[in-house]
């Protein structure tokens, strides 16, 4: 004959669920039903600006990106490359006493803030005015919702 350790606590069918809370500390128990999905659908929202502004923004920002980075690497590779390829170029002396390859590390931090500079200018230039257009659409479609 079998002995129940828990003779005061009925069991559940195998089909329903039990009565009492299921603990993952207690391996006999079986596991928890899976969650039901939520069918309710989210408040449809009124689009931040107009898709093209978004594609615009996005293409216009990838691009300054681009420029500014291959504008630093760029250098910089090069640098690499004719230290690697051209010692001989490198150790030779632009004027008395200064080198080649030292002038041309020296010319790095210029040609960084170069890219730093065109970066904030294309910024201003073209990314601002679109950023700023999407901003006056969202306020303006905040403003329609909060009206009614």
Do not use: K
Request: charged share 20%; hydrophobic share 35%.
């Amino acid at each position: 004959m079998s002995h129940d350790p828990f003779p005061h606590h009925p069991r559940p069918p195998h089909d329903a669920s039990p009565p009492y809370p299921i603990h993952p500390t207690y391996p006999w128990q079986p596991p928890a039903p899976p969650p039901e999905p939520d069918t309710r659908r989210a408040p449809r929202r009124p689009a931040v600006g107009h898709h093209s502004d978004l594609r615009l923004l996005r293409g216009a920002y990838r691009r300054q990106r681009r420029t500014a980075t291959l504008t630093a690497l760029g250098y910089f590779v090069l640098f690499l490359v004719l230290s690697a390829a051209g010692p001989s170029f490198m150790t030779s002396t632009v004027t008395a006493g200064l080198p080649t390859g030292l002038l041309l590390a020296l010319v790095q931090v210029p040609v960084t803030w170069l890219a730093v500079a065109l970066y904030e200018h294309t910024a201003r230039r073209r990314l601002d005015p679109i950023a700023e257009r999407i901003r006056r659409q969202d306020a303006l479609n905040a403003r329609r919702e909060a009206t009614g």
